[in-house]
């Protein structure tokens, strides 16, 4: 999932969230509907469950952005500071075996 905005209800979690150029929206994980604005969507789940009590405005729900959301985001953010020292890009790299040193190869057996 990309970009979304959640509420969570006693009749469940909704959910508003970003697929392409639409929006989709969801009641845990069932999607009711696709439409072409977030609003649109809104106006459609508060009319579909006037029971759940759902807000009337976008910015009183829970706004969970792109980046903030996806785990690699989450991974290049928190790497960021990082600097590699003594890495030669034009170097190519030299791969290590782990097999220790004296193991038979595969198909020879020690037991003659």
């Known amino acids: ?6 509420f969570p209800s006693s009749r469940g979690m909704f959910r508003i969230v970003k697929h392409g150029h639409r929006w989709r929206s969801l ?3 069932r999607e009711v509907a696709r439409h072409d604005s977030p609003e649109a969507a809104l106006d ?7 029971q759940a009590r759902l807000p009337q405005m976008l910015s009183q729900w829970r706004y969970v952005a792109e ?11 928190a790497t960021n500071g990082f600097r590699v ?3 030669d890009p034009s170097q190519p790299r030299v791969r290590r075996s782990r097999r ?7 198909g020879v057996t020690d037991h003659g």
């Open 44 to 50: 459609a789940l508060r009319l579909a469950w006037p």
């Open 27 to 29: 009641i845990e994980a």
């Open 85 to 87: 020292t003594g890495i």
């Open 67 to 77: 980046a903030a959301y996806l785990p690699h985001a989450r991974l290049a953010r």
């Open 100 to 106: 220790a040193q004296g193991r038979p190869s595969r």
């Open 1 to 6: 999932m990309v970009s979304q905005y959640v």
